[in-house]
């Protein structure tokens, strides 16, 4: 991510939180992501288990990495978030459908649990001190980097995707991400009349910034005003705009969120995202569905009067865009650049 | 993307009751909303989603739903829930 719109990392303040945030991560994309994707190939005979097996004698177990003796906490964990990120990212790359077997999402959230806890896959637990924790990740992470690369491994030799497909896909994935967001934010501040076409027309009005529309459903814009901040979850699974705005924040699946977001959306915003908001301003919750996906239009910060769009754009993090935050003041964002 | 909207049976303003249940629609309806009454802000067409729907559903509506009629309390907060329109029946006032 060239355009990380997410508040530059200043010095770690929360190893703990960081490494709950890895922890449910990597098992969000490994349960919900990569294994119900290699069961549904197993089960239409595209790449069978006895494929990956003969798969793995071509890819050697990755070195231990020296971390551990090398790094401190801190360099431990910047390499974990860095992994995840490729894992991630690799995620993305194995799962190209191939023309002649389209898959359906209904079918993959059949395959992920999300309808029947039968279906789960199950988690391990992370339990034990951070340096315990952080050594569990760093194993499972290798592990589950290894399954990934086997799998590709496959697709490639049984001919499911070829080797330009993926080199396409790695990069319209590099090409998104929240910095589209941030810019869709920057262009209606500053236009009035590119403000007026997304509201109305969502998705349709970024081609004018080159971004590629997608075809998720119809976009959804909330507009935060002096009376109204709106805030955005999907209960039932994690719907967003993924194909324009990339990847939600990490806790946007996570079931507490979701749950205390709709009962208490004043209380939440206060007490978990630290934005207490006045009794004047109503705060409203979008549930999105897989048909509308939404997303919201923080207000312009004041003190920002002749900036530049590209410098506006950098005020708005990725929880801005679910509302989740107000955009970054000046004066915070002279801070951490600092 | 979106069909025309003379296919809506709702209006913005309608105010309209949750179905309880309804075996035939999509079954992604947030439980927490079945059986509540809530006002129509949006109209937004019947989508066309091939990815996650089979078939093409109703017209689709966002409606208003106050958190206290909703989950009780005093709170004046909202919610906006994407419903199709075979989930929703006229309310009275």
New interface residues.
Partial sequence: MTHSTQAAHGHMQDHEAHVLAVEADLEYWRTKRLEPRVLQLHRRGVVTLYDLLRAAAHISAPPIAASSAEHDIEGRIRALEDALDDYIRGIGLASIDPPEHPSVIEDTRKERGDYDDFFRIAKPHHDGTLDERIARLEHELREYQRLLQVLMHALLEKGVVTAEQIERQRAFLAGRGAWNGARIVARAWVDPAFKQALLTRGREAVRELHIPPGRLGKLGVAENTATLHNVVVCTLCSCYPHDLLGDPPWWYRDDSFKESVVRDPRGTLAHRFDLPLPESVEVRVHDSTSDVRWMVLPRRPAGTEGWSEEELARLVTIDALVGAAEALSPASIARTER | ??APMATHRFHVGDRVQVKRTNPAGN??T?A?VRGKSGIVTAL?GS?D?P????GI?PP?C?V?FP?RD??G?I????????LHEDWLAPAGA
Avoid: A, E, K, Q
């Fill in positions: 993307m979106t079954p992604r947030p927490y937004h989508i989603n990815l996650d729907h089979r559903y689709l966002s208003l958190v909703v989950f309390g709170s004046r907060d909202t919610l906006s829930v994407d």
